[in-house]
């Protein structure tokens, strides 16, 4: 199958400081599998070579504004970001992309586990006419997982970036990516997502 680039994105998820660095508000729980996996370099990679093939690449941050936003304190995820919410304030440092991605990097922020949630990206997309979309982004089990299952019901086909994902467990990361097999279009490598975009596939 040969996916048309202007009608493919790029969804990138909370590559940001907090998620992704040692000093980030999950730091201690993301920041050395992450490290370990080599995953930040593979997604820039991957997000340079897509743009350069046609594919627009939108990154999205979780923040919280001193409003507060769109934020529902109703699990135990979002109660323990709202305790913290002046480390994910829009301007905070560890709510700023991290320095591999930032570069041009078009931003949506939403206070919503999906990237795909309170904010205008989906609608974005629909008015581009994007009907394929490409996930990469920390963590799998979590974001990425409820974004790819988000834009699959809003009728995006959705393919998770396999080696583009990390989580902070291994088996949990397994797990995660065997659940989207089913719940998605199926997940793909950034080398066969590229050759679709190319038209090389």
Do not use: Y
């Amino acid at each position: 199958m040969t996916i048309n680039s202007r009608h493919a994105a790029i969804v990138a998820l909370h590559w940001q400081v907090n998620v992704i660095k040692p000093e980030g508000f999950f730091g201690a729980m993301l920041a050395e599998p992450v490290a370990r996996s080599g995953v930040v370099e593979r997604a820039a990679r991957f997000h340079a070579a897509a743009g350069a093939a046609g594919a627009p690449v939108f990154f999205t941050r979780f923040t919280i504004p001193e409003d507060l936003g769109g934020l529902v304190r109703n699990t135990g995820f979002m109660r323990a970001v709202a305790e913290a919410q002046e480390a994910f304030r829009p301007d905070a440092p560890g709510s700023r992309l991290i320095p591999e991605m930032a570069d041009g990097a078009r931003t949506f922020d939403n206070q919503k586990l999906s990237g795909l949630a309170g904010n205008d990206l989906a609608a974005l997309l629909s008015e581009r006419g994007v009907d394929t979309v490409f996930v990469t982004g920390v963590a799998t089990n979590l974001t990425v997982e409820q974004t790819a299952r988000h834009g699959t019901d809003l009728g995006f086909t959705v393919h998770v970036v396999s080696d583009g994902v990390a989580a902070a467990d291994d088996a949990v990361h397994a797990a995660s990516l065997a659940n989207l097999e089913m719940t998605t279009a199926g997940c793909r490598t950034a080398a066969e997502a590229l050759a679709w975009l190319r038209g090389d596939a």
